[in-house]
């Protein structure tokens, strides 16, 4: 028997000739890109190689023939695992053991696996005669550090290799974190650095691929894209609009169980009727993006069937279906005899070997690019096209149409994500998070592992040279004490930790050894088959009607002690609902849909009602001028539109929240509650010249940061930085900020000037002639429209700018007191103040005759005239003048336009910030610096500082002999403090 290499491959020759006789006999004309790559590297055997290429492009292969020629060409002496593949999936691991054990079964190499589904007495045989390959998830390694921690040494003592299938499955998530330490982990039981091999879909960052792979040290890894893939695309977006739910007619009659459990949009059907009409007779994958979705077209599409009596091809796929019902579905499509259609979740994206399928279809939006990109290379084997087919549904045009739907935003970002993936463009992975529930499992971990460690070697080992190297040591000790804090972990007299109480019970029950949350579930049972597992959370009482499995079920009885439910066959039924919420989109796809609404070019792919949504779209974003400004007014509310990625919206909304407003979120819009367009533009100009506040401030101002698993024990501070790392994007969002406020500026040019105090006098003022009230005022709302005083402070000064009287006071609004984080003022704090109106002729009198001085006038001037307004005192004609505005011409070079930076700039010491005293003085010392330097340009006019207004000739409400002889208190009772 002769071993031909494939024609022209040098990587063939270094193979061993017993694996050179295997490829001979699977009659392979060639060695793939990938597989001819990373040959030399991998064999070699001193160097971590990432290998990135599509789907069914060879990969596994490219890694284990290496592995196993240097395997047989040089045998470990000893006992232990030679190589250890680590799989996301235990179906996958299960396809990977039956490859594997094909080639290895001539090479002598033992190939075994570890998960929760094989058989304790498997797993015993496997720790008492360690050899070979082993195939393991990392739940089963984590399990195996803890439970045989003492045996680890001698388990892997031997490794040569570690293999990471699915690696773009794990990066950037808790489970990728847990898998990085555990990797580093093996390299301190083996007792020197194990070559890493990463197998990877295609990834838009590469090099963050290799830094995942092997942390601190990702330049050093070899790195080999697969270009094999591309291949001719067959693509059509079908666009469909939702309307009222509908009957099944071909039950209605006969079915004595026909209910509301039979209703679903008509839009559904008609995308089942095409699913239907295109996909049988041939092998294909349906992904939803929803276990619920994938339960009601696999029922849409099986009765089709059962109404024209054929048999029916549609089977369901989805994490909680049983391993029975999954590994149906699965051998269904490998078996070429009978046409079958899987319909999915993400489950069927990475790499169980079902075969070539003869299209995908993807039911809704695309998770993302690279998702996108993994459930394409499905089809399209073997030479011929890939084919994609997306449905997308819109809701149907009415007078109550929200207008974030009206933009039919869920058609552009599909069509989005489709541009750029033809562009080849993938999302990068995230790589910012600090993954501090991980953390607190692999110290529980650690401790399991040695029976005890030290402070210094836990954080030696798991973040100075371990994965968490974005915790520094006062985080550290900061999370230890949290954990001791629950007596999770206690600490002895000589230093070691050792697990609390309640760190026993945790690390001992086997749900410990998983970095993510699973809910507490029901079995759902038929005359003793399992047929999967329901969320806990799930409200379905005894006789509700249910789908699953892709079949109408009764609920017959429900054991919440055994946690099982009970159920029979039915004619009924409606899909269960399952937690969960979609990945974060990306900015790049954001800003791709920006590009499609302003473009006018209609792809090719587009059916004609999605070409008809798509002009929809574009028409309402042309109408609400989307293009030269972000902001549209919505009834009392105002909606700010800043097609950003997720984490650039997140991050705008808390800098919004900070200030006092209400945010919420409607798909690509935020959604400002109560406040006018106006405010809104005046909101972005005052943070565009301001510093926001820093990440993990606004972090703080979120309700629930507990996201992870073990994010319940982490204290509020390292939580609120681990959101900050996780979730926000604040350089991000402060450009956008700046770029939308310089565009709402542009676009009210006539509202802006109609805000400003009309001008009803042309006598001008010269600088010098007249005194000033330098006043701010502590609020209870951003919008001037609403916002009540909770504290105001007038600094009177002499026309030379020297101090004449000062006035402060706290002020009951008379309704809740706001943003009391910024202001510092709680409710209690007002009990007892006087209300505006108690003071208001104190005010008009310290205003009368002087110019009006604020940092950033205008919004203290509409405040000030509409607190006036309630108390029916109209003012006359104000004449004021900004310090920020001023600051532009006269001021020192500052980080930003807010008041403590350009105090800063000019060396004033802001004592009380965020109090009404304390940044009136600090803008009465601006006041008087920049005046000082505009006298020195031979400015004489006010005007000419951009005074606005005119002089009043009288206070507000008050004849002008009364007022003269108003009391002035200096520092009334209601002041926070005195001088």
Known sequence: MTTSPPSGSSAFELLHSKVQRWIWQQEWPELRPAQEAAVA???????????????????????????????????????????????????????????????????????????GDVGANLKSKLIDRPRGILLITPESLEAMFVLRGWKMRDLVGVLRYVVIDELHSFMGTERGAQLQSLMHRLDLAARRRVPRVGLSATLGDMRAAADFLRPGNGCQVTTIVSSADAQELQLQLRGYVETQPSLDVGERTTDAEWGADNVASGDRFAIADHLFATLRGSHNLIFANSRGAVEQYTDLLSRQCDRLGVPNEFVPHHGNLSKDIREHAESRLKDRSWPVTAVCTSTLEMGIDIGSVSSVAQVGMPPGVAALRQRLGRSGRRGGPAILRVYISEPELTPTLHPADELRAQLVQTIATIELLLRRWYEPPPGKALHLSTLVQQILSLIAQFGGITPNDAYRTLCVQGPFRAVDGPAFAALLRDLGALELIRQENDGILLHGESGERLVNHYTFYAAFAAPTEYRIVDGGRTLGSLPLEQSLPEGALLIFAGRRWRILTIDTHAKVIEVAPASGGRPPSFAGTGPEVHDRIRTEMRRIYEDSV????????????????????????????????????????????????????????????????????????????????????????????????????????????????????????????????????????????????????????????????????????????????????????????????????????????????????????????????????????????????????????????????????????????????????????????????????????????????????????????????????????YIKRAAEQNIQWLDEVGAVGALSRSAPGRREQDIRNVPLPLNPAGSRGGH
């Open 41 to 115: 590297p991998v064999l070699l055997g001193e160097t971590d190689v990432l290998i990135a290429a599509a789907t069914a492009s060879g990969k596994t292969e490219a890694a284990f023939l290496p592995i196993c020629s240097a395997l047989t060409a040089d045998p470990p002496q000893a006992s232990g695992f030679a190589a250890i593949y680590v799989s996301p999936l235990k179906a996958l691991i299960n396809d990977q053991y039956g490859r594997l054990d094909e080639l290895c079964e001539h090479l002598d190499i033992p190939v075994g696996r570890w998960h």
């Open 602 to 929: 209609v792809p090719v792919y587009l059916d004609a009602t999605a070409q008809k949504l798509l002009e929809q779209g574009r028409a309402a974003y042309r109408r609400f001028g989307l293009g030269e400004d972000p902001i549209v007014g919505y009834g009392n509310d105002t909606l700010l539109f800043p097609l950003r990625g997720d984490a650039i919206m997140t991050t705008i909304a808390l800098a919004m929240h900070a200030k006092g407003v209400s945010v919420g979120r409607q798909g690509i819009a935020l959604t400002l509650s109560g406040v006018s367009p106006q405010s809104a533009a005046d909101l972005l100009a005052e943070l565009s010249e301001s510093e926001l506040p820093g990440a993990i401030d606004l972090a703080r101002l979120v309700q629930e940061k507990r996201i992870d698993k073990y994010d319940e024990v982490i204290g509020e501070e390292l939580l609120a930085r681990s959101y900050a790392a996780r979730r926000l994007d604040l350089p991000g969002a402060q450009e956008t900020i700046a770029h939308f406020a310089e565009q709402a500026t542009n676009a009210r040019p006539a509202q802006l000037q109609v805000a400003r105090p009309p001008v009803r006098s042309t006598r001008r003022h010269r600088i010098g002639s007249l005194p000033y009230a330098v006043i701010d005022v502590e609020t209870t709302s951003i919008d001037a429209r609403k916002a009540r005083i909770v504290e105001i402070a007038i600094i009177r000064l002499r026309p030379d700018g020297s101090e004449e009287r000062v006035y402060s006071t706290v002020v009951d609004p008379e309704t809740d007191p706001g943003p009391t984080h910024v202001h510092g003022l709680a409710t209690a704090d007002l009990t007892g103040a006087p209300r505006f109106a108690d003071i208001a002729s104190d005010v008009a009198a310290l205003l009368h005759g002087a110019v009006l001085v604020a940092h950033h006038a205008r919004y203290d001037m509409e405040v000030l005239s509409a607190e006036f307004a309630r108390v029916g005192m109209a003012p006359d004609d104000l004449l004021s003048l900004c310090t920020l505005t001023l600051s532009r011409q006269f001021g020192s070079p500052a980080r930003s336009r807010r008041l403590a930076d350009c105090a800063q700039a000019e060396g004033i010491d802001v004592a009380g910030a965020h109090t009404a005293e304390g940044d009136a003085r600090a803008c009465a010392k601006l006041l008087q610096i």
